[in-house]
Nanobody, 114 residues
Framework: QVNLVESGGGLVQPGGSLRLSCEGS????????MGWYRQTPGNERESVAA???????HYADSVKGRFTISRHDAKKAVYLQMNDLKPEDTAIYYC????????WGQGIQVTVSA
């Protein structure tokens, strides 16, 4: 069993910053690829950023240069630093863990609005 818990979301003005955290737990948890997706009403969940065990990262074009993903394996955690936020970044953000199967967090709301 693997559990993921996100934190750090909220309301921020355009141009502002937020840092999302995701901590894993459970007997089934092991080092694996982790990352973030996001979803808005009526749309499919889309990939935002991912980081492999070896540290290789991948970003959606829409967030390159603004978002940074990192991980802390001892804490079983992955982070998403989001800078220069735009209203179109408003979404529910989901953390994931992938090791042959994908496990999702419960999701956390990020709202970018003046």
């Amino acid at each position: 069993q693997v559990n993921l818990v996100e934190s750090g979301g909220g309301l921020v003005q355009p141009g502002g910053s937020l840092r999302l955290s995701c901590e894993g737990s459970g007997r089934g948890f092991s080092l694996a690829s982790m990352g973030w997706y996001r979803q808005t009403p009526g749309n499919e969940r889309e990939s935002v950023a991912a980081i492999a065990v070896n540290g290789i990262t991948h970003y959606a074009d829409s967030v390159k240069g603004r978002f940074t993903i990192s991980r802390h394996d001892a804490k079983k955690a992955v982070y998403l630093q989001m800078n220069d936020l735009k209203p179109e970044d408003t979404a529910i953000y989901y953390c994931f863990w992938f090791s042959g199967r994908r496990v999702w967090g419960q999701g956390i709301q990020v709202t970018v609005s003046a």
